[in-house]
């Protein structure tokens, strides 16, 4: 009997317990869908219907609506923690600051140190504040831009290599830029990112002035503006972007953060054309720099073309890249004025990441005075660039024609066997010398000039007797196509052979000429670099008629290569030459 009794209540209790469990369950179910629905609701709600909901006065002091309440928040809150940040970056900043001081420091002086540095009392102001969106990595990246008429006390101690000391004030900064912050890694424990990078995004405006105390820096000459660019630059490699400083905020591996190259960049400075004259005697004599950051050790500078408007360089530069997101290569042209100060012709830019990895991109650039303003409506001509960026982790990567690594025929790795004494890897060895060797592209060069297009009438009766002359730039070999008479239009369908000793360095040259009884008449040019043909070894394409108002070239080009290999140290004059 007992059996049963304790069989049914088992039963029962059974059956409650999970009745229980599925009521509680479901009224779980509900809960969550309720709070679904409200968060649902709070996501779509406005500031406005917050304001109806919660008066003003009953939120914290920290939360506001409008962004210039939140920089006027931010900069009271700067203000009153001024002192604290006074007393500990200055410390930090001077030791932070003297070694690249020293790295950069004119060579007139002896050493270049502080004697004092504090940031003075007033702090800076934050005028504009936003978030940048970063879909690939787990971070925030916030940009604040900062204004700051400061008062500090900086004094450098300097000495001259006559061993004469100058005490030299940094009076009247004014400064105006673009911070970034990096909030990252994001973490589960509070304050919920694992370290702070922050970096001068942009630099605006940097003013100061120079005094040494007790006297006039105007006195000794050359110490001023040795001194000025040496704290610009000082200031340039040490904080500014893609440069970044890392403050750990939990303790941590944060090694991924730090400022590491990603890529390559690699420049061929072609030509300019159409540059404005700087010289009241004769034509200007320009030279180009290029870089990527402004750095003295970093920017590189072609050669000279004396009294030429429309110069040739053809020179090849390569870049360390650290963010291809946000750097940029520029040209700047000047005119050399020899020992005096080079005047600026123009400027042009190019942001690396309208680059697609691994292709070659030819353009024509206008050149401006100012990269920041973009009112400049003068014609100061403009300048050719052939582009390659390659990223050291592209895959499927495409033959890079800049680049010293080519493969080698069973006999250049024979022969490099040989050089080194040993049978082992020879392409090894040669990377690891890729400072004294280089690749020379040596092939034949096979150009027909299919025919011209609406070339520019040069004769009375509206028609022209057109020919073509065909050059390398380097080799000086040169030949002609046959005249076509009466025509704007001409078809030659003439093949020419050319022998190249460095594809990588030699320019096709091909001028148009009206061909006359006792003269003829220049009517355009078109020039051309070996890169393309290199790359792709076979290709039909149209160029445009330099010099001349109208006109083209139809143009089918072939390249039979054969790598060879000299010595840079015995043939460097050939690669400028």
């Given at each position: 009997?007992?059996?049963?009794?304790?069989?049914?209540?088992?039963?029962?209790?059974?059956?409650?317990?999970?009745?229980?469990?599925?009521?509680?369950?479901?009224?779980?179910?509900?809960?969550?869908?309720?709070?679904?629905?409200?968060?649902?609701?709070?996501?779509?709600?406005?500031?406005?219907?917050?304001?109806?909901?919660?008066?003003?006065?009953?939120?914290?002091?920290?939360?506001?609506?409008?962004?210039?309440?939140?920089?006027?928040?931010?900069?009271?809150?700067?203000?009153?923690?001024?002192?604290?940040?006074?007393?500990?970056?200055?410390?930090?900043?001077?030791?932070?600051?003297?070694?690249?001081?020293?790295?950069?420091?004119?060579?007139?002086?002896?050493?270049?140190?502080?004697?004092?540095?504090?940031?003075?009392?007033?702090?800076?102001?934050?005028?504009?504040?936003?978030?940048?969106?970063?879909?690939?990595?787990?971070?925030?990246?916030?940009?604040?831009?900062?204004?700051?008429?400061?008062?500090?006390?900086?004094?450098?101690?300097?000495?001259?290599?006559?061993?004469?000391?100058?005490?030299?004030?940094?009076?009247?900064?004014?400064?105006?830029?673009?911070?970034?912050?990096?909030?990252?890694?994001?973490?589960?424990?509070?304050?919920?990112?694992?370290?702070?990078?922050?970096?001068?995004?942009?630099?605006?405006?940097?003013?100061?002035?120079?005094?040494?105390?007790?006297?006039?820096?105007?006195?000794?000459?050359?110490?001023?503006?040795?001194?000025?660019?040496?704290?610009?630059?000082?200031?340039?490699?040490?904080?500014?972007?893609?440069?970044?400083?890392?403050?750990?905020?939990?303790?941590?591996?944060?090694?991924?953060?730090?400022?590491?190259?990603?890529?390559?960049?690699?420049?061929?400075?072609?030509?300019?054309?159409?540059?404005?004259?700087?010289?009241?005697?004769?034509?200007?004599?320009?030279?180009?720099?290029?870089?990527?950051?402004?750095?003295?050790?970093?920017?590189?500078?072609?050669?000279?073309?004396?009294?030429?408007?429309?110069?040739?360089?053809?020179?090849h530069f390569e870049f360390i890249v650290e963010d291809a997101d946000t750097q940029t290569v520029t040209v700047k042209i000047y005119d050399d004025d020899g020992i005096q100060e080079?005047?600026?012709?123009?400027?042009?830019?190019?942001?690396?990441?309208?680059?697609?990895?691994?292709?070659?991109?030819?353009?024509?650039?206008?050149?401006?005075?100012?990269?920041?303003?973009?009112?400049?409506?003068?014609?100061?001509?403009?300048?050719?660039?052939?582009?390659?960026?390659?990223?050291?982790?592209?895959?499927?990567?495409?033959?890079?024609?800049?680049?010293?690594?080519?493969?080698?025929?069973?006999?250049?790795?024979?022969?490099?066997?040989?050089?080194?004494?040993?049978?082992?890897?020879?392409?090894?060895?040669?990377?690891?010398?890729?400072?004294?060797?280089?690749?020379?592209?040596?092939?034949?060069?096979?150009?027909?000039?299919?025919?011209?297009?609406?070339?520019?009438?040069?004769?009375?009766?509206?028609?022209?007797?057109?020919?073509?002359?065909?050059?390398?730039?380097?080799?000086?070999?040169?030949?002609?196509?046959?005249?076509?008479?009466?025509?704007?239009?001409?078809?030659?369908?003439?093949?020419?052979?050319?022998?190249?000793?460095?594809?990588?360095?030699?320019?096709?040259?091909?001028?148009?000429?009206?061909?006359?009884?006792?003269?003829?008449?220049?009517?355009?040019?078109?020039?051309?670099?070996?890169?393309?043909?290199?790359?792709?070894?076979?290709?039909?394409?149209?160029?445009?008629?330099?010099?001349?108002?109208?006109?083209?070239?139809?143009?089918?080009?072939?390249?039979?290569?054969?790598?060879?290999?000299?010595?840079?140290?015995?043939?460097?004059?050939?690669?400028?030459?």
């Amino acid at each position: 009997m007992g059996f049963w009794v304790g069989l049914v209540l088992g039963v029962g209790v059974g059956i409650a317990l999970i009745v229980g469990f599925a009521r509680s369950e479901n009224s779980r179910a509900a809960r969550r869908r309720q709070l679904a629905a409200t968060v649902a609701s709070f996501s779509k709600m406005t500031i406005e219907d917050s304001r109806k909901l919660l008066p003003a006065d009953l939120y914290p002091s920290w939360v506001v609506f409008s962004s210039q309440q939140k920089l006027k928040w931010l900069n009271q809150e700067l203000t009153k923690i001024w002192p604290f940040i006074n007393d500990a970056a200055s410390e930090l900043i001077k030791t932070s600051v003297e070694p690249v001081l020293e790295q950069y420091r004119p060579i007139i002086l002896a050493s270049l140190k502080f004697s004092k540095l504090t940031l003075g009392t007033v702090a800076p102001q934050f005028t504009g504040i936003s978030i940048i969106e970063n879909n690939n990595e787990s971070g925030i990246v916030m940009e604040l831009e900062m204004n700051w008429d400061a008062n500090p006390s900086i004094i450098l101690d300097v000495k001259t290599r006559l061993g004469v000391g100058l005490p030299i004030q940094v009076k009247d900064i004014g400064f105006t830029g673009l911070f970034r912050l990096i909030f990252k890694p994001l973490v589960e424990e509070l304050p919920c990112f694992g370290a702070v990078c922050f970096s001068l995004r942009k630099k605006k405006k940097l003013d100061f002035r120079l005094k040494v105390i007790g006297g006039e820096i105007s006195a000794i000459p050359g110490i001023s503006d040795a001194l000025e660019d040496t704290i610009k630059n000082a200031i340039e490699d040490s904080i500014t972007w893609p440069v970044r400083k890392i403050i750990p905020i939990i303790p941590g591996d944060y090694s991924d953060l730090e400022l590491k190259p990603v890529g390559t960049l690699e420049v061929k400075l072609v030509q300019a054309r159409d540059l404005t004259n700087k010289d009241l005697i004769g034509k200007s004599d320009p030279f180009a720099m290029v870089y990527v950051r402004p750095l003295p050790d970093k920017m590189k500078r072609s050669k000279t073309i004396s009294n030429d408007l429309n110069p040739i360089w053809n020179e090849h530069f390569e870049f360390i890249v650290e963010d291809a997101d946000t750097q940029t290569v520029t040209v700047k042209i000047y005119d050399d004025d020899g020992i005096q100060e080079s005047e600026l012709i123009g400027c042009a830019q190019v942001r690396l990441k309208d680059l697609q990895p691994g292709k070659v991109k030819d353009l024509w650039l206008k050149l401006v005075k100012d990269l920041e303003i973009q009112r400049d409506r003068k014609d100061r001509g403009q300048v050719h660039l052939e582009l390659l960026y390659c990223p050291f982790d592209m895959k499927d990567e495409a033959p890079n024609p800049f680049s010293q690594q080519f493969s080698m025929t069973s006999l250049e790795r024979t022969m490099t066997s040989m050089e080194n004494g040993s049978g082992g890897s020879s392409f090894d060895r040669l990377s690891s010398r890729k400072k004294k060797k280089e690749i020379i592209m040596r092939g034949v060069l096979s150009v027909t000039v299919i025919s011209g297009e609406d070339l520019p009438a040069m004769d009375m009766n509206g028609k022209s007797d057109p020919y073509v002359v065909l050059s390398l730039k380097k080799t000086k070999t040169k030949y002609k196509t046959r005249v076509v008479n009466e025509s704007l239009n001409p078809i030659w369908n003439q093949t020419f052979d050319f022998v190249v000793e460095d594809g990588l360095h030699d320019m096709l040259i091909l001028e148009v000429y009206d061909h006359d009884t006792f003269r003829r008449d220049y009517m355009g040019r078109c020039i051309l670099t070996l890169t393309k043909v290199l790359l792709e070894e076979d290709y039909k394409e149209s160029f445009k008629l330099e010099g001349a108002k109208s006109g083209k070239l139809n143009l089918h080009l072939k390249w039979s290569p054969q790598s060879i290999m000299r010595d840079l140290r015995e043939e460097d004059s050939l690669r400028f030459r």
